[in-house]
């Protein structure tokens, strides 16, 4: 790969042992072969969890608590 076309913003780590509540993803640099298995390896999980008793459920609460959370911080209010 020779970095054509690839996402030039670069982010730096933070400082070795701070703590960050971010995390920076360059898909661009993820080469298919790997995006492909990674995505069969989660559906395959979701799956999993469709097919077990109450999993559409906890999939189904854990995406209401997501929800509220983004909700939550673009309003900037606390809960």
């Known amino acids: 790969m020779n970095g054509a076309g690839l996402n030039s913003r670069r982010v ?3 400082p070795m042992g701070e703590l960050t509540t971010e995390i920076h993803i360059n898909v661009d640099e993820i080469p ?3 995006r492909d298995r990674l995505a069969a390896s989660t559906l395959d ?4 969890i469709l097919c077990q008793p ?3 459920e906890a999939l ?3 995406t209401r608590a997501r929800n ?3 909700a939550n911080a673009t309003t900037g209010r606390s809960i």
């Open 68 to 70: 509220a959370r983004l």
């Open 12 to 14: 730096e780590p933070p």
């Open 45 to 48: 999980l979701v799956r999993g």
């Open 32 to 34: 298919d072969h790997v």
């Open 60 to 62: 189904d609460a854990q």
């Open 54 to 56: 109450g999993g559409r």
